[in-house]
């Protein structure tokens, strides 16, 4: 008894997009229904080591693939899991699974369907770009039915039970007659589809196996001898990573990082390490050239993958990278992890932990020798993954600084470009002692600060930090090569020498009635009241004390449970230089009631610079009429 069904209206459109799509590349159908034959092949294999009752003989495990000429037909079969009817209907009837997914999603976005075919491979639809009808028999170890799945597009499928004595799948791929044009017959020589399994899917670790033609005239002669049922294998199945760095191109890298990472650009670093020893392994490791889309969110999955001498054992192993370097992708084979090893286990074995750490210093090493010699590439490195590394400083508690500080990018008030802190050390000036920055909204605001000034035209660089997570970075550094950070508002900024200190001190002893006056005028809003040495031409800035700083407090008043503590303290500074100060002293003498409303104007208008909320707007604009009043 045969059951139709309907795909999913998802997956119908992809399916009738595959039927007629005008891709050149159809050829990529083969890589699709191989790479799931392996993956299927991957499954019984782990299935076997962990479940006694499944008994196959691993060595056997392998994909055939045949053509039949005459009926026009392509055949895909593995000795893999295989599917229940369930299991059938749920994977081949909608669109859920990895790479189909990320197709829909490309889709949905790209101008051009076409050439996200070949980015992404599309699964097993993939079929229908080079069939007319296609038809799967799978039983699954799970069952002792086996089912036949038909379908000849978007019209929907039907699955019955059929016959099958081992547990597997067959694909047969009922091939299109060429059209005026499109040639299709190519898919039913053997040449060709050889090349294919070459091209495509040479690193498959199963044998690909294909029966060996007889090449034998006579047929008779033929019939006499095996020759005609001997199977050839076609992919080479040594993996990349095992084979000498020597006979290995760039382009090799490349095309095996495309196709088992599915991502469609090229690395924009390979990492190849083999190590031999107490510790032996080979580890091939790729850095992205682009962010991957769901790279910022809970779904992306860290790891690398984890071989023993060639043979897969695990997809994502977590422990082999800090979360710092998760943007990594690759692989680490090592004849010391055993096969059957389990994720509790992993987390303690010491191996895979001597690894890791030798893995993570070789990427550090990696990122700064691109760092110094191919800049415009680490600056998109940066661009990408920068983010990660910082969190990485901030994250336990500030324990990967070390392996961290010196991939670290800010940009610098010298020429607005990106440096590292290295750069900033060897740039300071003998009689600088602080590593100075400030935090902003963005690079405009940094630069436009009163207190920014007087620092650059002493010849220092200043740090601007824009990124929220900047600061809590710098605080958790706390100093680089031994050079404390200093913010430029906050605390002393050591700018002055003898003689200007002294200068600076008698002014304040002068003014010392009228600070006292306008702090009593401000109450607890303000910590302190006083001379500043940091300003140039404006006549007053907010700072804070050491501790948190006004833009920790803006990032922390936007959580959840901010609250009064979540406060930077602030203190109020008056520019000595600035004509204002000898106007306070004499309204401060002769009109004493007054100091009160220009002490609030004078914290709110320090309040505007530094981009915070003033706390009594309608006042602020009370009181600056009430002075244009008097002034004019
Ligand atoms: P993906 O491989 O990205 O999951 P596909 O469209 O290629 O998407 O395949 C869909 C699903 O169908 C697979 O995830 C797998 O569960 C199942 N499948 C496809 N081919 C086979 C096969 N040869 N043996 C067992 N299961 C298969
Ligand atoms: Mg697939």
Redesign the pocket.
């Known amino acids: 008894m045969s059951e139709t069904m309907q795909f999913q209206a998802e997956s119908k459109r992809l399916l009738e997009l595959m039927i007629h799509s005008i891709y050149t590349h159809k050829e990529i159908f083969l890589r ?2 191989i ?3 392996s ?2 092949l991957d ?1 019984i294999y782990f299935l076997s080591l962990e479940d006694d009752s499944v008994s196959i003989d691993r060595t056997k495990l392998s994909v055939l693939v045949s053509i039949d000429k005459e009926n026009r037909t392509l055949t ?1 079969s ?1 000795n ?4 229940t009817k369930d ?1 059938l209907r749920d ?2 009837g909608t ?1 859920a ?5 990320a197709f829909k999603q490309a889709l949905a976005k790209a101008s051009d369907e076409i050439d996200i075919i070949g980015q992404f491979g ?4 993939s079929a229908f770009m080079v069939s007319q009808h296609v038809t ?1 028999i ?1 039983r699954s170890v799970k069952e002792e039915q086996a089912y036949r799945f038909e379908s000849s597009g978007s019209d929907g499928f039907t699955i019955e039970e059929g016959q099958k004595d081992e547990v ?2 067959i ?1 047969i791929c009922k091939i299109k007659e060429n059209s005026d044009d499109e040639n299709y017959d190519e898919f039913l020589e053997s040449y060709r589809i050889k090349g294919l399994v070459k091209q495509y899917s040479d690193y498959i670790r199963y044998p690909i196996q294909m029966l060996k033609e007889a090449d034998v005239e006579d047929d008779e002669e033929a019939e006499k001898s095996d020759i005609k049922f001997e199977l050839e294998t076609l992919n080479s199945m040594t993996p990349l990573w095992r084979k000498s760095k020597a006979d290995i191109s760039d382009e090799d890298y490349n095309k095996f990082y495309k196709d088992k990472f599915h991502d469609w650009e090229d690395p924009a670093k390979v990492i190849h390490m083999q190590a031999e020893g107490n510790l032996s392994y080979q580890a091939l490791l790729f850095i992205p050239s682009k962010t991957p889309f769901n790279f910022y969110s809970n779904e992306f999955e860290k790891g690398l993958q984890l071989y023993s001498k060639g043979v897969f054992i695990m997809d994502k192993a977590k422990e082999l990278l800090g979360d710092h370097f998760r943007f990594v992708r690759g692989l680490v084979d090592s004849p010391d992890f055993s096969l059957n090893i389990s994720r509790e286990i992993l987390q303690h074995d010491r191996q895979l932990k001597a690894i890791a750490s030798r893995l993570e210093k070789k990427i550090k090493s990696e990122l700064l020798s691109m760092l110094k010699l191919d800049r415009e590439a680490y600056e998109k490195f940066w661009k990408n993954f920068g983010m990660q590394i910082k969190y990485g400083i901030y994250q336990d508690f500030g324990t990967h600084r070390e392996l961290l500080e010196d991939l670290v990018l800010f940009t610098s008030s010298r020429d607005k470009k990106l440096i590292s802190l290295e750069e900033y050390v060897a740039r300071m000036p003998e009689d600088q002692k602080e590593i100075y920055f400030v935090a902003g909204d963005n690079i405009e605001k940094c630069e436009a600060l009163p207190q920014s000034e007087l620092v650059r035209e002493k010849g220092y660089e200043i740090l601007y930090l824009v990124d929220d997570i900047d600061e809590f970075v710098i605080q958790i550094m706390h100093m680089y090569k031994e050079k404390p950070f200093k913010s430029i508002n906050q605390g002393d900024l050591n700018l002055l020498n003898e003689d200007e200190k002294s200068e600076v001190l008698k002014k304040s002893e002068e003014s010392k009635d009228l600070f006292a006056s306008i702090k009593e005028a401000l109450g607890d809003t303000v910590e302190d009241v006083r001379i500043s040495t940091r300003l140039k031409s404006h006549p007053v800035c907010l700072v804070s004390s050491e501790g948190l700083s006004f833009e920790m407090e803006k990032v922390l008043s936007q959580m959840p449970d901010a609250n009064e503590k979540m406060k930077a303290k602030r203190i109020l500074e008056i520019n000595p230089e600035h004509p204002l100060l000898q106007t306070l002293r004499r309204v401060h003498s002769t009109q004493p009631e007054k100091i009160h409303d220009i002490a609030w104007l004078l914290y709110d208008q320090a309040c505007l610079m530094e981009g915070l909320p003033i706390e009594d707007p309608m006042g602020f604009s009370k009181k600056l009429a009430q002075l244009m009043i008097d002034a004019f």
Do not use: P, Q, R
């Not at 699974?97 to 997914?101: A, D, P």
């Not at 599309?122 to 639809?125: I, P, R, S, T």
């Open positions: 699709e229904l790479s799931n034959a993956d299927a499954k895909i593995d893999g899991i295989g599917m299991e994977n081949l669109i699974k990895s790479g189909s997914l599309v699964g097993f639809y799967v799978t597997g799948t694909i």
